[in-house]
């Protein structure tokens, strides 16, 4: 790190495990917001800063922060969890937040925000855009907003159901010519539209994307789904003794299934409003943009958002 961000600065990289236990043990929380402060202050981020998550899984039982939670490696062990806030142009990280490992995103954020700021975080004149993927809650996007920042946040249209409303009514308007302007942004290719919206209080851009590339699998996908479901309703000749409420309930949205009054049978039928918003959700991107100073456009906002 020091060789490519650094060079000629000096340092001796030649660390063996007794001079590098040393470091680490002279390396108090005190100290290191001191760096963080400096640093931030001898490389002040650009105009759009990256926050993400990662999970450090752990076998040692001497961690204190390590606590079992969500595992993206699907590991069965403790974790440590660590928020980084990371400058988009020179790839510099800026601040670094670890945390206990039971704490999912949203609830550590505002927290991981607040200690970024406080140890310098933040461009002279101008508002900083913070670029995060979805998994944010709505009091999260209020917070960061009050806070002074910008942001371009994936938002999910499984969870926030205006969010979905609104996607899926934009799907009944797109037509051919929609289609057959299309753009490219990675590996994608994409429509899109987009609308003011208000999410946490906070006013903004909901800007709605297809991606053509991946849409017509997911349609697939969900058609197999829907005829698995189906075979095995018409397949199953009595309602389950025990747990019919979760059985039943692990066909929706897509089926009603209801027990006889003798408990001896169902009954199923198609529920063909939620298949339909279904089959309109295939391809979906979602995002929601705060800009205080002009409008990103949607594809530039995509393309931030993919870098």
């Known amino acids: 790190f020091i060789g490519t961000h650094l060079p000629g600065a000096g340092f001796d990289l030649k660390f063996d495990r007794r001079a590098a236990g040393q470091l680490l043990e002279e390396l108090t929380p005190e100290r290191c917001g001191a760096f963080y402060t400096l640093w931030n202050a001898e490389h002040p981020a650009g105009r759009n800063i990256f926050y993400d998550v990662t999970s450090f899984s752990a076998y040692s039982g001497q961690i204190m922060r390590a606590h079992y939670g969500y595992n993206r490696g699907h590991d069965d062990l403790p974790q440590i969890n660590q928020g980084l806030f990371c400058d988009k142009d020179s790839g510099l990280p800026l601040f670094m937040c670890a945390y206990d490992g039971s704490l999912n995103d949203k609830r550590n954020f505002d927290f991981a925000l607040s200690r970024a700021k406080e140890h310098g975080l933040k461009a002279k004149h101008r508002k900083l855009t913070i670029i995060t993927d979805g998994g944010f809650s709505s009091e999260n996007l209020s917070f960061t907003h009050l806070e002074g920042y910008d942001f371009i946040v994936g938002v999910s249209a499984d969870y926030l159901s205006k969010v979905k409303d609104a996607y899926v009514e934009w799907s009944k308007s797109i037509t051919e010519d929609d289609r057959n302007n299309s753009w490219p942004c990675g590996e994608g290719t994409y429509i899109s539209a987009s609308k003011s919206f208000s999410i946490g209080g906070v006013e903004g851009i909901l800007m709605l994307y297809r991606d053509l590339s991946i849409e017509s699998d997911r349609r697939a996908q969900l058609t197999r789904k829907l005829d698995e479901y189906r075979k095995i309703l018409e397949s199953t000749d009595k309602a389950p003794k025990e747990g ?64």
């Open 244 to 307: 019919f409420e979760s059985w039943a309930k692990s066909f929706k949205p897509f089926f009603e299934v209801t027990r006889h009054a003798g408990r001896k049978g169902f009954v199923f039928e198609r529920n063909n409003a939620e298949i339909s918003k279904a089959f309109a959700l295939c391809g979906k991107v979602t995002l929601f943009v705060k800009q205080s100073s002009g409008r990103i456009t949607e594809r530039d906002a995509l393309r931030e958002y993919r870098s």
